[in-house]
């Protein structure tokens, strides 16, 4: 049993000892350091809080990388995952099936936009993006075009760390020491409105990278097996944000040139833009409803509510059909994971959308993003903030040196991380993605848990920037 006062310290220094941890420089850990980062034991979840092994409680502001929807430890999702572990915790997918992938399935071609009526599962995100661009190349060779190997990606995207998905990522701090390792896109210009020239409407970003997209495709469409987009928002390119009719103008493109278009909706779906998906949002184009359908849906983070490691790639049922052959043909599609459409995580995950189903969750959310977003108002004319941004219940602050020329911080002063420092003190995780403080709260959160994130990254941002 570890004594309530230094368990911290204690969890800490064993960890220390032994473990490597995700996308972090070790030696920022190190107790001994000047400016050190705590390596902080959590050893229970509560709604929207975590608890740490001296009983200190922070409000999880970042969702736990995006993945927690409905509170960690939630009951409801907790007693189907135990129910489930009682009966069949795993079997090989291969051959054998078992109703929670075939309910979940079922579901998932039910909520997703028209058309995606197949569900291929992997175990996380990555791993989702590796099988959209496998499978978009693959279709294509199936149907004679073994000519077309390439992808476009767009300036500023994340679609995770696997060499594949790293590949059609843009993000320098992830993919440049890699760089010798990976395929190389063609890179389009992202819509984000960040880039917007003076006087120019998100809209108008859109419009202008369309047209840059058109050109790449005149040159480059008989390679490319797809475009492969964040809809909505960049999350991981530092959270930025642009207008919807680029996806209704990408499905027009994708269609004119022949190449596929894959939705990334891991971060970004299941409600976090204010629709259950965010494709759902792009503008009627001529002659069709709203909301646009891609060729490929790759969703995992909130699929189990935050609970266990999921992913699924959705797709249509003529790409499916190019598969669909004779043995002998050799048209299958290769791709397995030991623990693809693992029980435990398929049943967390029904559970997680019945919670959809039975609670008012988009309504309530579209109240929390309004109170959200009056909140960060009083940012707006910080002279250290040069945007405020807002996507559903995504939220960033972009910290600049000048706001009239957008200068940057230095990097190496790592203001961010004074954020991050600040919030941990005060109960609160914000974890900037460098100098752009954001909020992605899960959606049990109250209107005064909100007021607590924002104090905080304000009282934070004062301190950040002071000297
Ligand atoms: C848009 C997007 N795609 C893919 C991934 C990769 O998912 P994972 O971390 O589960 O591999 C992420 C992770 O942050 C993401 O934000």
Request: charged share 20%; proline share 6%.
């Amino acid at each position: 049993m570890t004594n309530l006062a230094n368990g911290n310290t204690a969890l800490a220094a064993r960890d220390l000892r032994h473990v490597w941890h995700p996308c972090t420089q070790m030696h920022d850990h190190d107790p001994t350091g000047s400016g050190s980062v705590p390596m902080l034991p959590i050893v229970r979840g509560d709604g929207a809080w975590l608890v740490d092994a001296n009983g200190k409680r922070y409000l999880d502001g970042i969702s736990s990388w995006w993945t927690n929807l409905f509170g960690h430890a939630n009951p409801r999702i907790a007693a189907a995952l135990a129910e489930q572990a009682r009966t069949l915790e795993h079997v090989i997918f291969a051959g054998f099936t078992h109703e929670p992938a075939i309910a979940l399935a079922e579901e998932l071609t039910r909520i997703t936009p028209p058309g995606l009526d197949r569900v291929f599962y992997a175990d996380n995100g990555s791993a989702a993006i590796e099988v959209a661009l496998k499978m978009s190349f693959h279709y294509w060779l199936n149907q004679g075009h073994g000519e077309k190997t390439r992808f476009i990606a767009l300036t500023g995207s994340y679609h995770g760390e696997t060499l594949g998905a790293l590949s059609v990522s843009d993000v320098a701090l992830y993919r440049k020491t890699y760089a010798p390792l990976l395929l190389t896109p063609f890179l389009a210009p992202s819509a984000d409105t960040w880039q917007a020239e003076p006087g120019e409407s998100p809209e108008q970003v859109a419009m202008r990278a369309l047209a840059a997209l058109r050109v790449l495709l005149e040159q480059h469409a008989h390679e490319t097996c797809a475009v492969i987009v964040e809809p909505l928002v960049q999350c991981a390119g530092g959270m930025r944000m642009y207008h919807p009719a680029y996806l209704s103008g990408l499905r027009a493109l994708c269609d004119e040139f022949a190449v596929h278009f894959i939705a990334d909706e891991i971060a970004v779906g299941f409600g976090r833009t204010g629709t259950l998906f965010a494709c759902e949002q792009a503008p009627a184009a001529s002659g069709r409803g709203g909301g646009v359908s891609p060729d490929f849906m790759c969703l995992s983070k909130g699929l189990t509510g935050g609970f266990l490691p999921l992913s699924a790639v959705l797709t249509s049922e003529a790409i499916y059909q190019a598969f669909y052959a004779e043995y002998a043909a050799g048209k299958a599609f290769l791709h397995s994971h030991s623990y693809t459409g693992n029980p435990l995580a398929c049943r967390v995950a029904l559970e997680t959308l019945a919670i959809f189903r039975d609670e008012p969750v988009l309504e309530r959310n579209r109240h929390l993003a309004v109170h959200l977003g009056r909140r960060l108002e009083a940012l707006r004319d910080h002279p250290h903030v040069a945007d405020v941004r807002q996507t559903g219940m995504i939220a960033a602050v972009e910290l600049v040196a000048d706001k009239a020329s957008r200068r940057p911080f230095p990097a190496e002063q790592r203001r961010g991380l004074r954020v991050y420092l600040h919030g941990l003190e005060h109960g609160v995780l914000l974890r900037p993605l460098g100098d752009v403080i954001y909020f992605m709260p899960p959606y049990v959160v109250s209107a005064a848990e909100i007021d607590l994130l924002v104090d905080t990254a304000i009282a934070g941002i004062e301190r950040a920037v002071s000297h």
